[in-house]
């Protein structure tokens, strides 16, 4: 017995109303529908629908029965609508968001890989700190950094992002290299300042990290805010002050000499970093192809 087959007939009878309904629509006979039937409640050891000659009606774990056929019948469908789209070209818009570091630093340079593979996607990146809701402002993807609140997203994790704290040879020869954590606090901090969609902001007030001693919170302050990664980037060139930012941001200024990294036996924590998407069943070609590139690109070590 077919059973997919004798369900959806199954439910086609209850819908349509009578067995000669449900065989007019799925184009066999009364009898052909009525085997079936009878093979699938033989299966089942008990009756699903009752019939007379003028009417049915379902039978108490008929009704149970009605209900799982359509959730399995459904998830069947799914499924299968889920394989056609695998072979579809990836194609359209897509309007995906990244916090600022990693969008400018390491996703806008692999972009170029992925229109390469991709050609018939239109990308629209949007890179901002600000947290954005995806739905409401028509994002597919979000790249973002730190911790996650509960939301209804789904979270992809990817390769944790490493801080690094830095100053410039120039502001160094002035106020000298803090040796141990402690004294950071005797020197200007250039502080990162998050941003909300609110008025207010959450300002830094320490930075964490972990050393011989373990781990251990050092209380900063300095005569610089900034709302931009960049901005304390650039601050710290031109020799403000000391900053605390990604690694992959200040790589290529360590390795010129622009900054100098500073207490190397201590390391700020890592911040996760995650793919975020709506959850949908049917996910579209073009999002499963960014899901995947950026996922192979940047995931966690294996």
């Given at each position: 017995?077919?059973?997919?087959k004798?369900?959806?007939?199954?439910v086609?009878t209850?819908?349509?109303?009578?067995?000669?309904?449900?065989a007019a629509e799925?184009?066999l006979?009364?009898t052909m529908?009525?085997?079936h039937?009878?093979?699938?409640e033989?299966?089942?050891?008990t009756?699903?629908?009752?019939?007379?000659?003028?009417?049915q009606h379902?039978?108490?774990?008929?009704k149970t029965?009605?209900d799982?056929?359509?959730?399995i019948?459904?998830?069947?469908?799914?499924?299968?609508?889920l394989?056609?789209?695998?072979?579809?070209?990836p194609?359209?818009r897509l309007?995906v968001?990244s916090?600022?570091?990693?969008?400018?630093?390491?996703l806008?340079?692999?972009?170029a890989?992925y229109?390469?593979?991709y050609?018939?996607?239109?990308l629209d990146?949007?890179i901002?700190d600000t947290v954005?809701?995806?739905?409401?402002?028509?994002f597919?993807?979000?790249i973002?950094?730190?911790?996650?609140?509960a939301?209804?997203?789904?979270?992809r994790?990817?390769?944790?992002?490493?801080?690094?704290i830095?100053?410039?040879?120039?502001?160094l020869a002035?106020?000298?290299e803090?040796?141990?954590?402690e004294?950071?606090?005797?020197h200007?901090?250039?502080v990162?300042?998050?941003?909300?969609r609110?008025?207010?902001r959450?300002t830094?007030?320490?930075w964490?990290?972990s050393?011989?001693e373990?781990e251990?919170?050092?209380?900063i302050?300095g005569?610089?805010?900034v709302?931009?990664?960049q901005?304390?980037?650039?601050?710290?060139i031109?020799?403000?002050?000391?900053?605390l930012?990604?690694?992959?941001?200040l790589?290529?200024d360590?390795?010129a000499?622009?900054?100098v990294?500073?207490?190397?036996?201590?390391?700020p924590?890592?911040?996760?970093?995650?793919?975020?998407?709506?959850?949908d069943?049917?996910?579209?070609?073009?999002?499963r192809s960014?899901?995947?590139?950026?996922?192979?690109?940047?995931?966690?070590?294996?």
């Amino acid at each position: 017995m077919d059973h997919l087959k004798a369900m959806s007939l199954f439910v086609l009878t209850v819908e349509r109303g009578s067995l000669s309904a449900a065989a007019a629509e799925y184009g066999l006979s009364p009898t052909m529908v009525g085997n079936h039937l009878q093979a699938l409640e033989a299966h089942l050891g008990t009756r699903l629908l009752n019939r007379t000659t003028r009417r049915q009606h379902l039978t108490e774990f008929g009704k149970t029965y009605y209900d799982r056929c359509i959730e399995i019948l459904g998830l069947v469908e799914d499924t299968e609508a889920l394989a056609l789209e695998s072979h579809k070209v990836p194609k359209g818009r897509l309007r995906v968001t990244s916090s600022a570091a990693f969008g400018t630093e390491r996703l806008m340079p692999a972009l170029a890989d992925y229109a390469a593979r991709y050609p018939a996607v239109d990308l629209d990146v949007v890179i901002t700190d600000t947290v954005v809701d995806l739905a409401e402002e028509g994002f597919e993807a979000a790249i973002r950094i730190g911790s996650l609140p509960a939301s209804n997203l789904i979270a992809r994790p990817l390769a944790p992002y490493r801080l690094v704290i830095c100053a410039a040879p120039s502001y160094l020869a002035r106020h000298g290299e803090p040796r141990r954590p402690e004294e950071l606090g005797c020197h200007n901090c250039l502080v990162y300042t998050y941003s909300s969609r609110s008025e207010w902001r959450s300002t830094q007030s320490s930075w964490r990290m972990s050393g011989p001693e373990g781990e251990i919170n050092v209380a900063i302050a300095g005569h610089l805010q900034v709302d931009s990664a960049q901005g304390l980037r650039r601050a710290a060139i031109a020799g403000m002050g000391i900053v605390l930012l990604p690694e992959i941001m200040l790589s290529e200024d360590i390795a010129a000499g622009r900054l100098v990294r500073l207490l190397p036996g201590y390391a700020p924590p890592s911040r996760p970093l995650n793919l975020l998407y709506l959850q949908d069943r049917r996910i579209s070609p073009k999002l499963r192809s960014f899901i995947d590139f950026v996922v192979e690109r940047f995931g966690p070590p294996a």
